[in-house]
């Protein structure tokens, strides 16, 4: 069944959707690739790396083979060499790279017959290909300024001489989105309104509703929709209705002062606060439980972070996100794992991270059990503040003779006394 896909982790998801369909069919099949593009955008690329990619060949038939693409960053290319995958390093400068982009564009070319003069065509393309310095994204920008050019001819299709122009175009990846968000800027009315609309996109690590940015920004709906139409070509609105930035390149870029410069450059600091402000707003939000650790604490809101995590009511909340124990074990992991990469782990002020990666598996099998976990782990008489956060019963709490923790997956067993 492909019901509730969404909810499902990735483990999961490619099991269901590729792996258990796949391997029913015969093994005559015509061999066949799967291309997985840009691995270095996956938010979390080294599930990608351990779940998917290094199981490709003991899961999937023999007929069906993976190409991966990626950035070379360091936690990817040390995932592909510790798990022994092959790999290949192309330059951008590459001649093959080069005549690829060529080829694609004259494509590209060939499909704007009322904008562009077509026995033009391949000059043009050769004197395209080279002002892409090597990258098929800034090919994307092209159809569109084109067409502008082509509007501000006023007369006439666009020919090689037109092109060829110093100034017609940007060089590179860093000339074209300098053009663009310069008229997104326009746009929005301004350097103030760009800078807070661009702030949370550029630091949340997963796309955002329409609804968050209306309450991050204090807009209306109307308001940020028309914002979001007019970034279009910078945005990319899914199917869900969450937005982000169409490239990671384009979160680089802007958070890069020395690439982007003062009028355009974004500061991810002010995204954290404006992120962490809407997750103390909004505490019960999917969101916020799943980021708001993360954006308190990378806008220096450290004692706000510590407060969710010695909050009895907080953690059983973030805990509890996902509809399976699979999902849920995923969601206590990453809030470990972002203590442990926040460098908060071992802080004084919380026992929290410390005692979820000891209660992970009883937890994410029944989150109901952190209140049993709590007392077992840390004691009645604990002082840690999420012992002490715990709800005040109506009447005393049944005193122990001794307390055992059984298997993970077992009830908390409390010997009373007296019984």
């Known amino acids: 069944s492909f019901e509730g896909l969404r909810e499902k982790t990735l483990a999961d998801l490619f099991k269901t959707i590729l792996v258990d369909p796949l391997n029913k069919l015969g093994a005559d ?8 593009d840009a691995l270095d955008e996956c938010s979390r690329s080294d599930d990608v ?6 199981t490709w060949k003991d899961v999937m038939p023999s007929w069906l083979s993976l190409v991966v693409s990626t950035r070379p960053e360091g936690e990817i290319q040390r995932g592909i060499t510790n798990n022994g995958l092959d790999s290949k390093v192309l330059e951008l400068k590459d001649e093959e790279n080069f ?13 704007m017959k009322d904008t562009v003069e077509q026995k033009d065509v391949a000059s043009c393309a050769k004197i395209l ?5 090597g990258l098929f994204l800034w090919a994307r920008f092209l159809p569109e300024t084109l067409d502008r050019m082509h509007e501000e001819k006023r007369g006439g299709l666009l020919t090689a001489k037109d092109i060829a122009k110093k100034d017609a175009i940007p060089n590179g990846l860093g000339g074209m989105f300098k053009e663009y968000f310069e008229r997104l800027q326009e746009k929005v009315g301004g350097e103030k309104t760009y800078k807070m609309l661009l702030a949370p996109i550029v630091a949340a690590r997963e796309p955002l509703s329409v609804e968050q940015l209306c309450a991050v920004l204090q807009l209306d709906q109307d308001d940020m929709d028309d914002i979001v139409d007019d970034a279009s070509n910078l945005l990319y609105r899914g199917g869900d209705g969450r937005v982000a930035l169409i490239h990671k390149r384009m979160a680089d870029w802007l958070s890069d002062k020395k690439q982007s410069g003062k009028m355009l450059c974004v500061k ?10 809407y997750c103390s707003s909004s505490r019960d939000d ?4 799943r980021h708001a650790v993360f954006h308190l604490v990378q806008s220096d809101k450290h004692a706000e972070a510590f407060e969710l995590l010695n909050d009895f009511a907080w953690v059983q909340s973030a805990i509890s996100v996902g509809g399976d124990e699979a999902q849920r074990r995923a969601t206590i992991g990453n809030l470990i794992r972002d203590c442990v990469e926040l460098d908060i782990y071992f802080a004084p002020e919380s026992d929290t991270p410390r005692f979820l990666s000891k209660a992970v598996h009883a937890l994410s099998y029944d989150p109901n059990e952190l209140a049993s976990q709590v007392l077992a782990r840390l004691g009645h008489d604990s ?3 999420l012992a002490c956060s715990l709800q005040t019963p109506d009447q005393p709490w049944l005193e122990p003779t001794r307390v055992a923790l059984a298997h993970p997956r077992d009830p908390l067993l409390h010997v009373l006394k007296g019984h």
């Open 29 to 36: 099949q015509m061999r066949q690739v799967v291309v997985l």
């Open 286 to 289: 999917v969101f916020s439980l």
């Open 383 to 385: 002082n840690d503040p």
């Open 268 to 277: 991810k600091k002010d995204g954290h606060k404006q992120l962490a402000d």
């Open 99 to 111: 005549r690829d982009i060529e080829k694609h564009i004259e494509h590209l070319l060939c499909d």
């Open 129 to 133: 290909s080279n002002r892409s310095e």
């Open 49 to 54: 790396l351990t779940k998917v990619i290094r």
